[in-house]
T-cell receptor
Framework: SQQGEEDPQALSIQEGENATMNCSYK?????LQWYRQNSGRGLVHLIL?????REKHSGRLRVTLDTSKKSSSLLITASRAADTASYFCATEDNNAGNMLTFGGGTRLMVKP | AAGVIQSPRHLIKEKRETATLKCYPI?????VYWYQQGPGQDPQFLISFYEKMQSDKGSIPDRFSAQQFSDYHSELNMSSLELGDSALYFCASSASGQPQHFGDGTRLSIL
């Protein structure tokens, strides 16, 4: 079953702009991860943030985690046309082994 | 670097037929996962194996079964296929405590 919601469901921006995607979840988690998926392709792992972390950076990516609100955000700075893809958050729950529970995904389109 | 290999990439079947999807995990990864992603949907966890033993079970129908073999490759067996089984099926693998790496998936179409 779906863990939570992603917001927005679709986002269209111009190259060079920043893109922010939000994710909410429902359970107690070990970590939260963000994945990228190009159309019809596999999911590529972007970044993992543990439940005791509040912010993490990787290149042009910045992830925040607020466990009190059960929410996370992914910021992509200085976007490029090649960033066009769907972005999913996924959680590893405390009591559910290592399986991932995915959110609904945000479809990002970056226009050149 | 070696990635997760899935075969076939595309598969077309008719209702009530059977299908077998294969997954070859990244070498030295000890856990294999299967996910199903319907059209426009988020991936849903089906089942996982740790060191060739089933470890977790998700929303996998009784018509489906899976196993992991001595060489660590895994197969997802699907019987009595229904139209609603049309989806992308992903395999992922991981080493202990590390993120999951996904294959490119098998696109299964049921006619």
């Amino acid at each position: 079953s779906q863990q939570g919601e992603e917001d927005p469901q679709a986002l269209s921006i111009q190259e060079g702009e920043n893109a922010t995607m939000n994710c909410s979840y429902k359970t107690s988690i070990n970590n939260l991860q963000w994945y990228r998926q190009n159309s019809g392709r596999g999911l590529v792992h972007l970044i993992l943030i543990r439940s005791n972390e509040r912010e993490k950076h990787s290149g042009r990516l910045r992830v925040t985690l607020d466990t009190s609100k059960k929410s996370s955000s992914l910021l992509i700075t200085a976007s490029r046309a090649a960033d066009t893809a769907s972005y999913f958050c996924a959680t590893e729950d405390n009591n559910a082994g290592n399986m991932l529970t995915f959110g609904g995904g945000t479809r990002l389109m970056v226009k050149p | 670097a070696a990635g997760v290999i899935q075969s076939p990439r595309h598969l077309i079947k008719e209702k009530r037929e059977t299908a077998t999807l294969k997954c070859y995990p990244i070498p030295r990864h000890d856990t294999v996962y299967w996910y199903q992603q319907g059209p426009g949907q988020d991936p849903q966890f089906l089942i996982s194996f740790y060191e060739k033993m089933q470890s977790d079970k998700g929303s996998i129908p009784d018509r489906f079964s899976a196993q992991q073999f001595s060489d660590y490759h895994s197969e997802l067996n699907m019987s009595s296929l229904e139209l609603g089984d049309s989806a992308l099926y992903f395999c992922a693998s991981s080493a202990s405590g590390q993120p999951q790496h996904f294959g490119d998936g098998t696109r299964l179409s049921i006619l």
